[in-house]
């Protein structure tokens, strides 16, 4: 892959120290219970570093303390960290978990950005803990410059947690070493309704060990359970070691809350004595932007109330992130604003699975863009019916092969958009169902033919169960030239491969490559898009 105007060493070189030195942290304690305020010492980060939404010249920078601190990111050009700059982010404190984000802006475009972290006794800044370091790369401002991703999702799902006898979540390693530019999270980054129990038995006698804390002994109801399921993850050294070389963009899905949740729902579940949907998406939203330096969703600068742990902190999910003249992501959130699940039957459905309001931003940033490929990441698969109990379905898909009805009635609405406003390079990513394939939808094979023919390609999951595949609606006209699933239900990461998907656009032709790829690194689909093109 090329490295890009303006760097004047090699890319992979240039990570080795920043992964060496990440590699190094040790394993966040196990303790479940809030940072001691009193304790002595220094103020520490062993939950690693993270940075996200990643652009031309901007980028946040995450980082948890285990007590009271000031945060300082340093920024240069190489990990000697010569003529470093200094940014001062906020003091973490238990408002925010101790989680914190500082904003960096003005950054040099297409270069690698080394920085470290410092936490600083807000008392005597001259105290400060060990520097935790890591790097990323900008996106570049010209279109010469070749451009990788990966995008997955479901982590630590169906009860199949950090397994120390795999060595962890194994997969994060595969893709770190593939070097992406950013790694697109497609939601379910964790199950607050999934506990993890500290064993379990496979169909053929082995023993599945899990890690396990307090927080994921039970389902999430409380800001400090979900909280806690959101740190779980960071246990894993392969994750904390990843964060630190690849930025992330990440959207949410229905398990940071709960199993096929929408707004307004009374859950149906005798594990929960808060049943509010409403209520838990709330405490998961807050918490969910606690654990990721996500733009829109900043819980540090929320104009909402912390008086209650219900309140979520403001902001959104849905967002563009640009990544230069090569790739605009449009990251769409279809739990926050969706109606009831249903049989999907409507002849008339406004809000459908994204809600009016995101429809005509996504509509209008669509058309707005000048990227060259428009990735439009969804959390949910399109074509795909996904059941929601013996009548109800999921997502957008139904069953019924004929004109759109329900959700479909969006769909069909932003795909008349997207030919009639001529917006060219769009690709659709997605994963939640468990197993990966690559869909392609076109109008003549259609019951709605008003659109341009385009790709969906699902991935995941990362750590979880494998399910078997889904029928296809034939609503858009999709077939499947491939696809990968297990045969039963549930089959865990030891018996299944997980998955993640890998983009590749070429600086020079613009060409955009897709891979579908499981644990390990091996290719099982590949597939080449035309830039410049309404419909593929």
Request: aromatic content about 8%.
């Amino acid at each position: 892959m090329a490295q890009g105007s303006g760097s004047g060493f090699g890319r992979r070189s240039l990570l080795r120290g920043a992964a060496a030195g990440s590699a190094a942290l040790a394993l966040p304690a196990l303790s479940c219970a809030a940072p001691a305020q009193a304790r002595s010492g220094r103020p520490s980060a062993d939950w690693g570093v993270q940075v996200g939404d990643v652009t031309t010249s901007s980028g946040l920078v995450w980082v948890r303390s285990d007590r009271p601190a000031r945060m300082v990111v340093q920024t240069a050009a190489t990990d000697s960290f010569r003529h470093a700059r200094s940014w001062h982010g906020p003091v973490l404190g238990p408002d925010t978990d101790f989680t914190g984000v500082t904003s960096l802006h003005g950054l040099p475009s297409g270069e690698q950005v080394h920085y470290r972290v410092l936490l600083a006794d807000p008392d005597d800044p001259r105290r400060t803990g060990e520097p935790v370091a890591g790097t990323f790369r900008t996106a570049p401002t010209g279109r010469r410059a070749d451009l990788r991703f990966h995008w997955s999702g479901d982590l630590a799902g169906q009860g199949w947690g950090i397994n120390p006898d795999r060595g962890g979540y194994r997969i994060y390693e595969d893709m770190r070493r593939r070097n992406p530019d950013f790694f697109l999270c497609s939601g379910d980054n964790i199950y607050a309704d999934n506990p993890i129990p500290e064993r379990v038995t496979l169909p053929d006698g082995r023993i599945w060990r899990n890690v396990t804390t307090e927080e994921k002994s039970k389902v999430a109801e409380t800001l400090a359970e979900f909280r806690g399921a959101f740190r779980y993850n960071l246990l894993d050294d392969n994750l904390r070691r990843f964060n630190a070389q690849v930025p992330t963009i990440t959207q949410w899905d229905d398990h940071e809350v709960h199993n096929n949740w929408y707004p307004g729902q009374l859950l149906d579940d005798d594990r929960y004595t808060e049943k509010r949907t409403d209520v838990l998406s709330a405490r998961s939203l807050r918490a969910f932007g606690e654990y990721f330096p996500i733009r829109t969703l900043r819980p540090d600068r929320g104009g909402t109330s912390r008086s209650s742990e219900a309140e979520s902190g403001g902001g959104r999910v849905y967002r563009v992130v640009s990544h230069g003249p090569l790739l605009d992501v449009f990251v769409l959130d279809m739990r926050r604003y969706r109606n009831a699940n249903s049989p999907g039957r409507q002849t008339d459905d406004p809000q459908g699975i994204l809600g009016a309001e995101q429809l005509r931003w996504l509509k209008r940033e669509l058309s707005r863009s000048r990227a060259v490929w428009k990735v439009i990441a969804s959390d949910m698969p399109l074509g795909l019916v996904v059941p929601d109990g013996k009548t109800n379905f999921e997502a957008v898909a139904q069953g019924d092969p004929g004109a759109p009805l329900g959700r479909e009635l969006q769909l069909a609405e932003l795909l008349r958009h997207i030919k009639h406003d001529r917006v060219t390079g769009t690709v659709w990513l997605t994963t939640d169902v468990h197993y990966t394939a690559a869909q392609h939808y076109a109008p003549e094979r259609a019951a709605f033919k008003d659109f341009e023919p385009f790709w969906e390609f699902v991935s995941g999951p990362l750590n979880a169960g494998g399910f078997q595949a889904l029928k296809l609606d034939g609503t858009f006209g999709p077939e499947q030239p491939f696809i990968k699933a297990p045969d039963r239900a549930n089959t865990s990461p030891a018996e299944s491969p997980q998955y993640f998907g890998e983009v590749d656009i070429d600086g020079g032709s613009g060409e955009l490559t897709v891979r579908l790829r499981q644990e390990g690194g091996q290719v099982l689909f590949s597939k080449v898009l035309q830039p410049g093109r309404v419909g593929q």
